[in-house]
């Protein structure tokens, strides 16, 4: 035989004998250790006489486990980013007034004249909307003030009945912004025609 496997066969032969003797040497039963005997206690009469006899007791020796609470979780409340004040070019830009009557248009008198806009900012910002006779501008029955505190796209049909005479009137339309006062205006004029008599 050579050397080398000489060597690993005698080390193959002494772990074998190790692994035996250790086997032999560790073959010992154990013994069992005594366990404690908790003796349970008679309930006390005291609490017999108070609890009716058909609540469900629980065992004298029953105490109940610690539980682990959890700790509350932090919640990160996102803090609001001021935003700033539109300007009046942005108001006015998204402002747009999409039906009036023509300019100096000749109208019945018991006709209808509609408005209609689109994008008012806010309710903060109302649309007004005045029609005065141009003749008489002081004469409250000639005259229609409206406000219209609704956000978004609108449209109104007013009935030239509401008012008073015929004549020349003006109208305008604008933004009442808390901050600026009236703004974005739009304005023109109409003529009511007479009553037409048969």
């Known amino acids: 035989m050579n050397v080398p496997v000489k060597r690993i066969a005698s080390a193959v032969y002494i772990c074998a004998l190790s692994i035996g003797v250790l086997t032999a040497c560790n073959n010992v039963t154990p013994t069992p250790t005594a366990r404690p005997v908790i003796a349970s206690a008679p309930p006390p009469t005291a609490i017999a006489a108070i ?30 980013t001021p ?8 108001l006015c830009g998204a402002f747009n007034l999409l039906a009036m009557p023509a300019k ?6 018991d006709a209808r004249i509609s408005f209609a806009w689109h994008a008012t900012p806010s309710d903060t910002v109302p649309v007004v909307i005045t029609v005065i006779n141009h003749d008489q501008p002081d004469n409250a029955k000639d005259q229609f003030h409206g406000e219209l505190p609704q956000s978004g796209d609108m449209i109104l049909g007013l009935p030239l009945i509401r008012l008073a005479d015929a ?11 808390p901050q600026y006062g009236e703004i974005c205006v739009h304005s023109g004029s109409f003529v009511r025609k007479p009553i037409a008599l048969m």
Do not use: C, N
């Not at 100096?104 to 008198?109: E, I, P, R, S």
């Not at 004549?167 to 912004?177: E, F, S, V």
């Open 83 to 90: 935003t700033g004040t539109p300007s009046i070019s942005d």
């Open 167 to 177: 004549g020349h009137y003006d109208w305008k339309i604008a933004l009442r912004d």
């Open 104 to 109: 100096d248009a000749q109208l019945d008198f």
């Open 51 to 80: 609890v009716p006899s058909a609540a469900p007791m629980l065992p004298p020796t029953w105490t109940p486990l610690p539980t682990d609470t959890p700790f509350p979780t932090a919640t990160i409340t996102p803090t609001e």
